[in-house]
């Protein structure tokens, strides 16, 4: 369109030009000045020569005059009709072309318009390239095969299979780690706990009992702890140590008194030779007894009246009555029956004389029942003497043999000889548990004879090395022990210092504890109990029912000193926190034992990896594994590992894909496992948990999830970013755009208005700005209104990764410069224009090679990924079979210049000595309309001030 306006102004000049050469032409021959001087001079010639024709030239030139007045008139008048004719015409000419143009321009608007939305509807805008002349950006070579992956050649290996290897042993790939554990473990001081720190799967407990196992250091003289009734204080149980072994015995001592008491005494105390010595002791006081009952019935009858018992309640007491005829009236219900006269005594009866009589006998059977009482009291106390006697002579020598055995220890002399004083004093209450026990065994809540027991809580007579305890649950009352509980029919919890148990806590005394940290610090009141235990040594059991005061049972056993390594097993996560908001974890774990993930390769890697698969054969019956399959084994550790010269030590998944490779080659008949072994089984994982992925997968294949992979579009661009759910990881692309106009809000971050985005993604926006900022607003203000957005993500954003995807995308918006839609973009950028590394390289190039593959690959697809992540390459093989055919392509860039210009074919631009950018550049591009944007009015006050020039234009003509 352009050229055609340049020839039609072209050709008006041309016209112009022509009628102006007609007009001089046309004056010249109507009258010039060298004919006027050639027509005197033959006049002058003529009249010299002949005066005669001077009438006859007169009239010549007259007429000749007249001629040529007339031509002249004519001539002018037919220049002047040309000159208008010609205005005309060039007025007509530029009211065409001004029509044309008008008519041209509307064609061009509506024609864009047509095009712009056919192109939108079609995904394929391509900006306004056709307007500026772009300089094309030299070539940037990919990454080849060899740099995608990293291979181990079977063929170098020494040895075969793993059946000709000898199994592992030893702790590999983790010496910092060992170093740490064995000075913890040797070092046995106050506050020298080890905290061991690392990625799950590292084989951190694994290897701390291994190295338990093998160092076994010195530890202190073990002891046995027995807990006994305290006599004086019956809810402080007494505490009692003993050097191992000997707690044991003391128990078993203590169990036999206890026999005697349950079984031989009732067996004495019930036996014949007992019953008839108590008889005969017995009967001196019950004959005086009986004498005395019968002189007084004696004196009774002759006075009149009898002697009785009568029962009141439960209890049967004498009574003195009179009899009359065949009944018997006490004294008072006779008395008051003669008053109201429904009785009448016999002749000679006087009721005063009986009233005397009666008191007189009630005062004499007092005084006879008193005396009985005491002889009952006397023969009372002569038994019980004689039960005490028996009980002394049963139990007592025993005990006092014990306390000759345990003369040098104060505190378990004072035990005994208060349980002596107990049982002897307890007699009765034992005589009657024993009459009881002939029906059966009582309840062991109503057991009197329970403060006789001893409870061994600690036993170390089998312990011969220093003790490891690994504890796999660590509740409160498993680690610091408990006090049980017995719920009886009427809803009330009773208990006893019998039903004292030692945690694992106790169980590892001298020696060293495992415990899981997230696991124990999950425990109410656990970390609060632990440090107070390491502060202090001191151990107080009580339960985690006490601890929270949910029991009523009031037990106060007396606290054990201990002296115990703990060693904590957690995430260096947790470590950190611990160190930073706790001030007694660094006191109390002094140790920290920091196990490595992975390993560099070296000349034993190789080696290491096959023994461990010969120690899993041997452990576990595994198959063994070819050289080729252990090779591929090894590839699996370097995924892991994340790095090419790196290798997995986290020895757990390793022996996850071992034993199901031996599964699977057992399934297909084979006799050891090979290369498509292992193949199938890393594809068999993946199919057990990439549901998810299939089903996100599933939206980009229909449409669901816009997302393109060929062509061009301005402020459009693919992203790459990692999922994870659960234990699987995978890549999946996704579109970002940017949108830029007028204004001062600057880069809006769409994911943080919306509040989806993480610190780490805001961190990036801002840094994109700052980019900005350094480059091109140098000179100008950087003005304008800018919008990122993750298109149809509806969860959380966070990380970095898309910061550099981000800023392609706002360039290409700002510059109006497609970008090409079959490259997808994954890597950190900082305010400098430097590309830095990510995570997840492998997942993210692979996810989008799985989305091209679906949409058919075209030779020109690829991802862009920054070069400090060339070393994290360990895609899979078809991945890099496809780039060795050349279907796609992975780029490595490190600078934001060399992306830009990966992803538009336009040279990125340096900025020249004038201070800007070159034109036909993506910078220069963006330069300018950053400019424009910053100085220009908008098209409406544009197209006020036109107006208001053309008309100031046509007044001055006017």
Not at 367 to 395: A, C, G, P, Q
Not at 450 to 477: F, G, M, Q, W
Not at 508 to 516: E, Q, R, T
Not at 554 to 574: C, Q
Request: hydrophobic share 35%; aromatic share 6%; net charge positive.
């Amino acid at each position: 369109m352009a050229k055609k306006k340049l020839k039609k102004k072209s050709a008006t000049r041309a016209a112009g030009k022509k009628a102006s050469a007609r007009k001089k032409k046309t004056t010249t021959g109507s009258k010039s000045p060298s004919r006027k001087k050639v027509t005197r001079k033959k006049a002058g010639a003529k009249k010299k020569a002949t005066t005669k024709k001077k009438t006859s030239t007169r009239k010549k030139a007259t007429t000749k005059k007249k001629t040529s007045t007339r031509k002249k008139a004519a001539t002018k008048k037919k220049a002047s009709t040309r000159k208008k004719a010609t205005m005309k015409k060039k007025t007509s000419t530029r009211k065409k072309a001004a029509t044309k143009k008008k008519a041209s321009a509307k064609k061009k608007t509506s024609t864009r318009k047509k095009v712009t939305r056919a192109r939108a509807a079609a995904g394929k805008t391509r900006g306004r390239t056709n307007k500026k002349s772009w300089k094309r950006a030299r070539p940037h070579a990919s990454l080849t095969p060899g740099d995608l992956k990293k291979k181990f050649a079977s063929g170098k290996f020494d040895f075969d299979s793993t059946k000709e290897l000898t199994p592992l042993n030893d702790i590999i790939g983790q010496d910092r780690a060992l170093k740490a554990l064995r000075m913890g473990v040797q070092l046995n001081s106050s506050g020298y706990n080890i905290y061991v720190s690392g990625m799950a799967g590292t084989g951190k407990l694994s290897t701390v009992n291994r190295l338990l196992d093998q160092i076994r250091p010195d530890c202190p003289a073990l002891r046995d702890f027995v807990y006994v009734y305290n006599f004086e204080k019956s809810n402080e149980p007494i505490l009692i140590e003993f050097p191992a072994g000997q707690g044991k015995a003391f128990a078993s001592e203590m169990d036999r008194v206890l026999q005697m008491i349950r079984e031989e005494l009732p067996k004495i105390l019930h036996g014949e030779g007992i019953l008839e010595q108590k008889e005969l002791l017995a009967k001196p006081f019950l004959d005086q007894q009986k004498e005395l009952l019968t002189n007084f019935e004696k004196d009774l009858k002759s006075a009149g009246f009898e002697l009785t018992q009568v029962r009141i309640g439960n209890m049967v007491r004498p009574e003195i009555v009179i009899p009359i005829g065949e009944e018997q009236y006490p004294f008072e219900q006779l008395a008051m029956m003669v008053e109201v006269g429904q009785m009448e005594l016999a002749e000679g009866i006087d009721l005063e004389a009986l009233r005397e009589g009666y008191e007189t006998f009630r005062k004499q059977m007092k005084k006879i029942m008193k005396e009985s009482r005491r002889l009952s009291e006397t023969m009372m106390k002569r038994l019980e003497n004689l039960d005490r006697e028996i009980v002394n002579f049963l139990i007592g020598d025993t005990l006092e043999e014990l306390i000759e055995k345990y003369a040098t220890h104060e505190k378990i002399v004072t035990y005994l000889q208060a349980y002596k004083e107990n049982v002897l004093e307890y007699v009765p209450e034992l005589k009657a548990l024993a009459e009881e026990m002939e029906g059966g065994e009582l309840p062991a809540h109503a057991d009197p004879i329970i403060p006789y027991h001893a409870n061994l809580v600690l036993d170390n007579s089998r312990t011969k090395k220093c003790p490891v305890v690994l504890e796999s649950n660590p509740t409160y009352n498993s680690v610091f022990g408990s006090i049980e509980r017995r719920i009886l029919p009427n809803g009330q919890a009773i208990t006893d210092f019998t039903k004292i148990t030692a945690g694992s806590l106790l169980q590892a005394d001298g020696g060293y504890l495992v415990l899981n940290a997230a696991d124990a610090l999950s425990e109410p009141g656990f970390w609060k109990t632990l440090k107070r235990i390491l502060v202090h040594k001191q151990l107080v059991i009580q339960g985690i029912e006490g601890l929270m005061q949910l029991s009523t049972v009031n037990l106060k056993p007396e606290p054990i000193h201990v002296n115990v390594t703990i060693i904590l097993i957690g995430s260096a996560d947790l470590y950190f926190m611990l160190n930073r908001f706790d001030e007694d974890f660094r006191k109390i774990f002094k140790v920290r034992a920091d196990f490595d993930n992975n390993m560099p390769i070296g000349k034993q890697t190789v080696e290491h990896y096959g023994r461990f698969v010969a120690q899993m054969s041997e452990r576990e019956k595994t198959l063994p594994f070819a050289a080729p399959a252990v090779a591929k084994l090894l590839e699996f550790g370097v995924r892991l590992a994340g790095r090419q010269d790196k290798v997995s030590t986290r020895f757990g998944d390793i022996a996850d894909v071992v034993r199901e490779s031996s599964f699977w080659a057992v399934h297909h008949k084979q006799k050891n496992v090979d290369v498509k072994a292992i193949e199938h089984t890393l594809k068999e994982r993946d199919d057990r948990s990439n549901l998810i992925e299939e089903k996100v997968r599933e939206r980009l294949r229909n449409g669901v999830v816009l997302l393109d992979a060929e062509g061009g579009r301005v402020g459009q661009v693919n992203g790459l970013a990692v999922l994870t759910y659960g234990q699987h990881r995978f890549g999946i692309p996704s579109r970002i755009t940017a949108s830029v106009a007028r204004g001062k809000a600057g880069i809006i971050n769409i994911e943080r208005e919306s509040q989806l985005s993480g610190s780490s993604h805001d961190k990036g926006m801002l840094i994109l700005a700052g980019f900005l900022r350094e480059q091109f607003a140098q000179e100008i203000n950087l003005s304008l209104t800018a919008s990122i957005c993750f298109e149809q993500s509806y969860g959380g954003v966070d990380g970095d990764s898309a910061s550099s995807t981000e800023l392609y995308v706002l360039l290409s918006a700002i510059g109006e410069i497609p970008l090409r839609q079959e490259i997808a973009i994954t890597g950190s950028v900082n305010q400098k224009g430097d590309i830095q590394a990510i995570g997840g390289v492998n997942e993210k190039v692979e996810g989008f090679y799985k989305f091209c593959k679906e949409r058919g690959l075209t030779g020109k697809q690829g991802a862009m990924i920054p070069a400090a992540n060339v070393a994290d390459l360990m895609l899979h093989d078809e991945v890099v079979q496809a780039v060795r055919r050349k279907k796609f392509h992975v780029y490595a860039i490190e600078r934001i210049e060399q992306g830009i210009e990966i992803l538009t074919g336009v040279r990125a631009g340096t900025r020249g000595r004038n201070g800007r950018f070159p034109k036909g550049t993506v910078f220069g591009a963006v330069e300018d309309r950053l400019r424009v944007l910053d100085t220009e009015p908008p098209r409406v006050i544009k197209k006020i001030v036109k107006k208001k020039t053309r008309r100031r234009k046509k007044a001055a003509r006017r």
